[in-house]
């Protein structure tokens, strides 16, 4: 435990006059800002719309437009109910627009409100010539850009640290009691956002123990309940829930933890803007680095400049331990254990992954202790002869000039890059294309007097794939009605009009399609580099020529769900060692309130009633069925070396997913005394 005393009075004018906030001041933070809002605002329209961007984004939505306050989030990757505080937060941008694109700019905008709180934080703590350089540093860091350009939990966090931070400083430094409830409820904000912020409560503890001689212990408990109390919605609604969280969190714990470098890496990248890979993709990084100039080579300095400078920090208040620490040592002791915490907290963790993006805990830390250390080799090159002295100081200045320069340089380049090359393992489709295609859809679906979209897509569940939560988002408020159907497995073909809008590559189902429903060639959407496009298709509706074999006359097909098998199709032969493909035609003759998945299953069996080859796949989500859909289920049945010659039959039912459920055939007489039917495959000469 480390004591305290007044600041210390430095020779330098700076130091002297740090309390005030002039003129000049404003200038160069406005300057700043501009800088960095140019950076955080350019192309909003091509930011990412992934899975979490999309499922927060409905969760914000439904609590905006239709007024269901929640007291959850969705689920984590731990499988664990996040705290509903970015909803709460990002419903405040979708009250006023239900534009993603607008809610980025939200985003964007308490992003840049972090560069402008790091401004008058340095600068009353290490002066202005600190404050411009960690503001710069901060300003065009790539991560700290790429970061504030995204819907998303951990990009929350950054713009509400300076609170927590200055909180910390009044409550453990200058012993203010108002501050302990002030920083125990920024705490409890930050671990609302996103669990990584639960890396600030050894954090906050580690301050207790340095400066406890200065913390008002009695205003601690108060501080915790406050904290708590926040909480007490959501163990209301676990407890609802039978404690799913809380017994899910007892499971994690009990799992044996990993210790790993990735927590460092995370905070070296996080720091020195390395490591871009990620947003181009292994695949196609070195084509970014062949398109631009290499001045990657001075990204280390802040990392260095920054391990310097904590390394100095913790030097100065050991010797200070005795006599107590002044206020900037106080200080730049606090930013330094504010950098490393989270590195060494989740060193050794019980997830499946630390990620990059959980570290934008640290921002602007790093910039802090690299413009602390130069201002403070700025100062002390003063007090050389005066040749050495400018030289000095011209050389630190070109320094920071450099990385402001090479930092501004890279994070445009890689925007620029990631925004018209396909980068398929990195950054994903910008969020212009798909609205494009979401106001193509929508015309040519009024240019037919009506209809629904229907989306082509990799999985059909929003709740578990991108591209049918991103259309959720993209049409909440369209007029016009759209579901997603999984082109891999399925095909439907509804009793009436529809456009279809393909996002995945050409599949069989596709070709199906383009059978019934011919392509609309002049609205084909080129997406990046043209590599790959978003297809559109209209069906006018009605019933579909379908050739297909019916199921053996008077045999029963109609399932308890309100499904009814019309027919098959059988491609490939039924022979030892060969693939076949089956397809099911099948029609909804009602609405299923089912809220989970049905899927087939499909035995190959033989004369004797030996099943020789097995395929189970899903059918169609439950949710979109409408009456009169017909739908095409698709499967690949490998056939074994062993299977003998001979005559086959096929035998199909379904059951519920995840249940294991089956799923009854219904008799004429509403029995159910079947739980498949059975079909003789043709015969083979």
Request: aromatic share 12%.
């Amino acid at each position: 435990m480390l004591g305290y005393r007044h600041p210390r009075r430095h020779v330098n004018e700076e130091s002297m006059k740090r309390n005030g906030f002039s003129r000049l001041d404003l200038v160069l933070l406005g300057g700043i800002l501009l800088w960095a809002a140019w950076l955080r605002f350019t192309h909003l329209d091509h930011a990412e719309l992934l899975w979490d961007q999309a499922e927060i984004s409905k969760w914000a939505l439904n609590m905006a437009q239709r007024r269901e306050i929640t007291w959850i989030g969705p689920w984590s990757s731990t499988r664990l109910d996040t705290f509903p505080g970015a909803i709460w937060l990002l419903a405040i941008p979708y009250a006023l627009s239900t534009s993603p694109v607008f809610v980025t700019g939200f985003v964007a905008l308490i992003n840049l409100g972090a560069v402008a709180a790091c401004y008058p934080i340095v600068r009353c703590w290490f002066g202005r010539t600190a404050a411009w350089i960690a503001t710069l540093l901060f300003a065009v860091a790539p991560w700290a850009v790429i970061y504030s350009r995204k819907i998303w939990h951990t990009e929350l966090l950054a713009p509400f640290v300076p609170f927590y931070v200055v909180t910390g400083w009044y409550a453990f430094v200058r012993g203010r009691r108002w501050a302990v409830l002030a920083h125990s409820l920024a705490l409890a904000g930050l671990i609302q956002i996103h669990f990584a912020a639960l890396v600030f409560v050894p954090l906050t503890v580690l301050w207790g123990l340095i400066f406890s001689k200065r913390l008002c212990w009695r205003m601690v408990p108060l501080g915790v309940l406050l904290a708590a109390l926040t909480f007490l919605p959501y163990f209301i609604h676990d407890a609802q829930a039978e404690w799913r969280n809380v017994r899910l969190f007892a499971q994690i714990m009990q799992q044996p933890a990993v210790i790993s470098s990735d927590a460092l890496r995370g905070t070296w990248i996080m720091t020195t803007g390395q490591n871009l890979s990620l947003l181009t993709g292994p695949d196609r990084y070195p084509d970014f680095v062949a398109a631009t100039l290499n001045l990657r080579w001075l990204f280390p300095l802040i990392g260095g400049a920054a391990v310097v400078a904590a390394l100095l920090a913790v030097g100065r208040a050991l010797r200070q331990a005795r006599t107590g620490l002044d206020d900037e040592t106080a200080a730049i002791l606090m930013v330094t254990t504010w950098w490393i915490t989270p590195a060494l907290f989740l060193t050794c963790y019980l997830t499946r992954i630390v990620a990059p993006h959980y570290f934008t805990t640290i921002l602007p830390a790093p910039f802090i202790l690299a413009g602390w250390l130069i201002w403070r080799l700025i100062s002390w090159a003063k007090q050389a002869p005066g040749q050495v002295a400018r030289v000095a100081q011209g050389v630190l200045v070109a320094l920071v000039v450099g990385l402001v320069g090479a930092q501004t340089y890279e994070t445009i380049s890689v925007l620029r890059f990631v925004i018209t090359h396909d980068t398929p393992w990195g950054y994903g489709t910008p969020m212009a294309y798909e609205i494009q295609a979401v106001q193509t859809a929508t015309r040519l679906c009024r240019e037919m007097g009506d209809g629904e979209v229907i989306l082509l897509s990799e999985g059909d569940d929003p709740r578990i794939f991108e591209m049918p939560a991103a259309a959720d988002v993209l049409m909440y408020e369209s007029d016009v009605p759209h579901r997603a159907v999984d082109i891999r497995t399925a095909l439907v073909l509804p009793s009436g009009p529809a456009v279809y809008w393909a996002t995945y590559p050409m599949a069989p189902g596709e070709d199906l399609l383009a059978a019934f429903a011919p392509e609309v060639v002049e609205a084909r959407i080129p997406l990046r580099e043209g590599v790959r496009s978003f297809r559109f298709y209209r069906w006018p509706g009605g019933a579909a020529d379908v050739p297909f074999m019916p199921p053996p006359p008077g045999g029963v097909r109609r399932w308890a769900n309100g499904v009814e098998l019309l027919g098959y199709a059988l491609e490939g032969d039924v022979a030892a060692g060969e693939q076949v493909r089956w397809t099911l035609v099948w029609r909804v003759t009602r609405i299923s309130t089912a809220d989970g998945h049905y899927h087939w299953f499909n035995h190959l069996v033989d004369e004797q009633g030996r099943m020789r080859a097995q395929k189970d796949g899903p059918s169609f989500l439950p949710t979109y069925w409408r009456v009169g859909d017909v739908v095409f289920n698709w499967f690949e049945l490998e056939i074994p070396p062993d299977a003998p010659a001979g005559d086959y039959r096929m035998r199909v039912g379904m059951y519920t997913y995840p249940a294991l459920e089956g799923v009854p055939l219904l008799a004429e007489d509403g029995t159910s005394p079947w739980e498949w039917v059975e079909i003789q495959l043709p015969s083979r000469e």
